[in-house]
């Protein structure tokens, strides 16, 4: 049978035009995108588009432009086979996050991808991510169920877990990766599936969908030399529920008596603040050093290897269903799709 794929462009740099007036790119509408692919007419597939309406930046993604691409998903869920979600690079991780905790019983791919070069152009990656994130929504496997049913991002060679992935080259082609969890496919003369790697669930199950999120949360870099004043700033932002602190190594701070305390007030306020290391590879382990026990001490939780992405998106996640104090410190603490390596 024919596959249906729906193809959802948000916009991008693979969908985008040069300024003949300032020599920047800007996003243009999808029939510019497809006029220069025709390639994608050979594959056979029965392929429709929603479209964004204009086409965004990236850079201007937000909750509620998360919520649009859920509802089209969950609109047209039983309509077609898979789902290609086009999408600027600068934060496809955090919209492949975000999607993954609303796509709730997901067993169908949601495929993200983009270019690093405007599709327009000579030496494009567009074309062929286009074509072989396409070709991977309409992939089934041997007991004819789709080979992907989760939220993954297709770039150059390998499709990436994407609540597991972060953009870590402005320049390269294969500009994402996950460092904490494997490829769930490499993409060479064939697509070579990871199936063990693969997320598989019962498709009987109905998909359920959370749209909504909660923003009042926050990331906090550490670097060396904050001040006191400016980390009680941070902290003590109004109206903040949940914070991703981002140490240094295993999950290090700070031991000054003035760091602490001000953690540790801000715990004891019910902000939820989450230990997230910096390192792209690793896991925090609060207790292998002091300087991370004395943190873990003043209430502050391990996100293990939980990357900054979905540490954010996980906890917009589980303050918008409702879910505050030992609820979301539960919740966080466990993989709900596959976002953090179990204990």
């Given at each position: ?21 300032t020599g920047s ?35 201007d993604m937000s ?276 976002e953090m390596t179990?204990?």
């Amino acid at each position: 049978m024919q596959p249906r794929i729906l193809i959802i462009y948000t916009g991008g740099t693979i969908g985008m035009i040069e300024d003949p007036h300032t020599g920047s790119l800007k996003p243009f509408d999808f029939s510019h995108l497809m006029e220069n692919v025709p390639k994608v007419e050979m594959l056979g597939y029965k392929i429709d588009n929603i479209q964004f309406a204009p086409p965004i930046d990236s850079s201007d993604m937000s909750p509620e432009h998360w919520q649009d691409i859920a509802h089209s998903i969950a609109d047209n869920y039983d309509k077609y086979d898979g789902f290609v979600v086009l999408h600027g690079t600068d934060t496809m991780a955090y919209t492949a996050s975000a999607l993954s905790f609303m796509l709730q019983y997901l067993a169908k791919p949601i495929i993200i991808t983009g270019s690093q070069l405007p599709i327009g152009e000579v030496r494009t990656d567009g074309e062929e991510n286009l074509i072989t994130a396409l070709q991977i929504a309409a992939a089934r496997g041997r007991d004819g169920h789709p080979m992907v049913q989760e939220v993954a991002i297709l770039f150059n060679n390998y499709l990436w877990r994407g609540n597991r992935a972060t953009k870590r080259s402005a320049d390269h082609f294969n500009a994402f990766r996950t460092y904490n969890y494997p490829y769930l496919a490499h993409i060479g003369l064939g697509i070579d599936y990871h199936e063990e790697a693969l997320t598989m669930r019962n498709p009987a199950e109905p998909l359920k969908v959370e749209y909504r999120l909660e923003p009042s949360v926050m990331v906090i870099d550490l670097f060396p030399g904050i001040s006191e004043t400016t980390l009680r700033h941070l902290l003590f932002t109004p109206q903040i529920k949940g914070i991703v602190l981002r140490t240094f190594g295993a999950g290090n701070a700070p031991t000054s008596p003035w760091f602490i305390q001000a953690v540790k007030e801000a715990c004891e306020s019910g902000r939820i603040i989450l230990n997230v290391t910096q390192c792209h590879n690793g896991s925090v382990h609060p207790e292998r050093y002091v300087a991370g026990d004395m943190l873990a001490a003043t209430g502050v939780i391990s996100g293990r290897d939980i990357t900054t992405e979905a540490a954010l998106t996980k906890m917009m996640h589980l303050f918008g269903i409702g879910l505050s104090g030992q609820g979301v410190i539960d919740a966080i603490t466990r993989p709900l799709c596959g976002e953090m390596t179990p204990r």
